[in-house]
């Protein structure tokens, strides 16, 4: 249905450029739509064009005007694109598990980190963070964040994605897994997305040791929707204080009843700062009637982003 109700104002829309491109490769600077100003003219052009096809191009120019607005109208009451668990801007997670061979640590960080630059950079990838478990150093995550259904098939494609698995193939120690989980916070791709400077390819500015630390949830079913509102506005407060470069609150699409806090800290002692806030301590105090069993941590140390910076919410 959004798309048939998107369709009119479109091929209004591309109607009405038509008309302005073919009826008037003429320089007409007093359109006073923008749009129009950069089809007909170039501020610099020396071109000068005959009066009738100017005045055919400015009889364009309502019509244009129109269908923009048209467009703009329609585009904002259509429903948003929808995504397996939730829809609009909500990120599909998945967080991949990689056990690798001992002595191939060093090689796996290599492969994956040109894959997690080149990953950042794909349309439908708003992150591709690399860590390393503290304890085995075996053990690596990969935190993927998608924004369509869609894009992690079209990852799949990709060269970079070809080279990487190929070249890890052998370094395997086991299969990998994979988890599926569905964003609470950040709600927005713009919470999630890699700074435009990693999205663009730049190298990043040194490297700095990070405390990504995964907390894992399971709360007493019919709880879901409460803790998922008490672990948001905790961590829309966490996400504030200095030494919390991330905070973010997912759900697993299989279980809706277990959670999973990522917390990533600037330095070690940003841990122990945290919880000697008073929005923790509120949190803490509200969700402690919802667990289902203890909660659980696992420590991780920062391979992709390697800076601060880079690991930042724009939130």
């Known amino acids: 249905w959004s798309e048939r109700?998107?369709?009119?104002?479109?091929?209004?829309l591309l109607a009405s450029c038509c008309a302005l491109t073919a009826s008037s490769f003429s320089a007409a600077p007093h359109l006073a739509f923008a749009p129009a100003r950069g089809v007909l003219s170039h501020p610099a052009s020396?071109?000068?064009?005959?009066?009738?096809?100017?005045?055919?191009?400015?009889s364009s120019a309502p019509l244009l005007r129109e269908a923009h607005r048209s467009f703009r109208r329609t585009a904002r009451s259509c429903a948003p694109l929808t995504m397996s668990g939730g829809g609009g801007d909500k990120a599909l997670v998945v967080v991949v598990y990689v056990k690798v061979k001992p002595g191939t640590e060093e090689a796996f960080k290599a492969?994956?980190?040109?894959n997690a630059k080149a990953s950042v950079q794909e349309e439908?990838?708003?992150?591709?963070?690399?860590?390393?478990?503290?304890?085995d150093a075996t053990k690596f995550v990969?935190?993927?964040?998608?924004?369509?259904d869609a894009a992690p098939a079209a990852h799949k494609e990709t060269a970079h994605y070809a080279a990487w698995r190929d070249t890890v193939a052998d370094m395997m120690a086991e299969p990998r897994s994979a988890l599926k989980y569905d964003s609470i916070m950040p709600d927005s791709f713009?919470?999630?997305?890699?700074?435009?400077?990693?999205?663009?390819?730049?190298?990043?500015?040194?490297?700095?040791?990070?405390?990504?630390?995964?907390v894992f949830v399971s709360v007493s079913a019919g709880k879901e929707d409460e803790f998922a509102k008490h672990s948001e506005e905790n961590a829309r407060n966490s996400i504030q204080e200095k030494g919390v470069a991330r905070f973010d609150v997912m759900q697993r699409q299989d279980d809706k009843t277990k959670f999973c806090l990522v917390e990533v800290?600037?330095?070690?002692?940003?841990?122990?700062?945290?919880?000697?806030?008073?929005?923790?301590?509120?949190?803490?105090?509200?969700v402690a009637g919802m667990m289902a069993e203890p909660r659980s941590a696992k420590k991780y140390k920062n391979i992709f982003p390697s800076t601060d910076a880079n690991w930042r919410s724009s939130l």
Request: proline share 5%; charged share 20%.
């Open 5 to 12: 109700r998107m369709r009119l104002p479109l091929l209004l």
């Open 46 to 58: 020396s071109l000068r064009f005959p009066s009738s096809l100017a005045q055919r191009a400015a």
């Open 111 to 114: 492969a994956s980190l040109l």
């Open 124 to 135: 439908g990838i708003a992150r591709f963070d690399v860590i390393q478990d503290e304890e």
């Open 142 to 148: 990969l935190v993927e964040v998608y924004k369509s």
């Open 190 to 214: 713009a919470g999630w997305d890699v700074p435009s400077g990693l999205m663009k390819g730049s190298a990043e500015a040194g490297s700095e040791s990070l405390l990504c630390v995964h």
């Open 265 to 286: 800290y600037s330095n070690p002692e940003a841990p122990a700062a945290h919880k000697e806030t008073a929005h923790y301590a509120a949190w803490r105090d509200a």
